[in-house]
């Protein structure tokens, strides 16, 4: 084929032909109607890209085929035993084809393009989803991680809180019991300040009697019960302690009991109330003399005694004073 793209056949014997063509046994170039297979054929490979992924080739136009010259009838009517007549065929097509590019692939493969195509989309969708597979394990995997890292952090941080718990427990209980200790050394200096200073209060002693004896008593209690309800003081008394009674006694030993002197002075004031009070009418209060003072005025009465003057002094806190004359009788009628 020559670059016209025309197929010549030479004619054995030109001259036949052309006469042949002259004599009107060929009356004109007779074109045949391109197949219908090669028509379908040429629009799928139009339509299908080829595997290097060049775009579909444009449409070609395939020409009928043109008879130049015929020998021996018409083309249809040809012999069918060996003749000298050459029939000259030609196919033009529009746009020129190389004949090496028709040789190398006359008949190229249809599906072959689509297919490579899914198969290039599925190892790409398989990629991606293995990579997918493998993002994921790492994400995983971090989590994981993270998730032991705080569990190791919450331990950690657990352990700080109860150790410092433990410090603060521990110091605490020092304090309080510094305190505490601090606490009890300042009351009992206060004790011993209040103890200090009650006794450097100038105290004095009374006697009470025909106070009723009782099992396990508390002489205090009695005494304080007396001020309160017999004489109706607001006093108590420092310490108060029961005298053994003598042998042969009706009546209850006498009871000592040591007050403050400005008590003192209230209540002896006051003993007079006591007859009017049903339970300490037969109770008497007197002042505390010693074994030398009850001796001395012991002595005193025995000589008004001889003088038969007894009647005419008393003895009133320790000291006797004279009666006073209208209460002195008559000891002449």
């Not at 004619?11 to 009356?27: Q, Y």
């Not at 042998?247 to 006051?270: T, W």
């Amino acid at each position: 084929m020559g670059p016209s793209n025309i197929t010549n056949r030479k004619l054995k014997d030109n001259v036949t032909a052309k006469s042949k063509f002259k004599n009107g046994t060929v009356n004109k170039t007779h074109q045949l109607d391109t197949p219908k297979v090669s028509r379908a054929l040429a629009e799928t490979l139009r339509s299908c890209p080829d595997r290097e992924g060049t775009p579909p080739r444009s449409e070609q136009v395939l020409a009928a085929p043109t008879v130049f010259g015929a020998e021996g009838g018409s083309l249809n009517s040809r012999p069918q035993d060996n003749t000298s007549d050459v029939i000259v065929v030609q196919h033009q097509y529009a746009d020129t084809v190389p004949v090496s590019s028709k040789a190398s692939n006359p008949h190229p493969t249809i599906q072959g393009g689509a297919i490579d195509q899914v198969m290039a989309m599925l190892t790409t969708i398989q990629q991606s989803q293995d990579k997918f597979q493998k993002h994921q394990e790492s994400l995983q995997s971090s989590l994981d991680s993270i998730h032991t890292k705080m569990v190791e952090q919450e331990n950690r941080i657990i352990e700080k809180v109860n150790t410092k718990i433990d410090n603060l427990k521990t110091e605490t209980t020092k304090e309080v019991d510094s305190l505490r200790t601090n606490l009890q050394s300042q009351i009992n200096n206060l004790e011993s300040a209040f103890k200090a200073s009650t006794e450097q209060v100038e105290c004095v002693n009374i006697v009470i009697k025909n106070i009723e004896e009782s099992l396990n008593e508390n002489c205090e209690t009695k005494i304080n019960e007396l001020l309160k309800d017999g004489l109706k003081l607001d006093a108590s008394v420092v310490s108060a302690t029961r005298q053994t009674k003598r042998e042969g006694s009706k009546y209850p030993g006498l009871i000592i009991a040591k007050v403050c002197k400005q008590d003192k002075h209230r209540i002896m004031k006051n003993k007079k109330s006591l007859k009017n009070s049903a339970k300490y009418a037969k109770v008497y209060l007197e002042d505390f003399q010693t074994q030398e003072l009850r001796k001395m005025n012991y002595n005193m009465r025995t000589v008004l005694s001889a003088a038969g003057k007894e009647n005419q002094f008393v003895l009133r806190n320790g000291v006797f004073q004279k009666k006073l004359q209208s209460t002195i009788p008559n000891v002449n009628k």
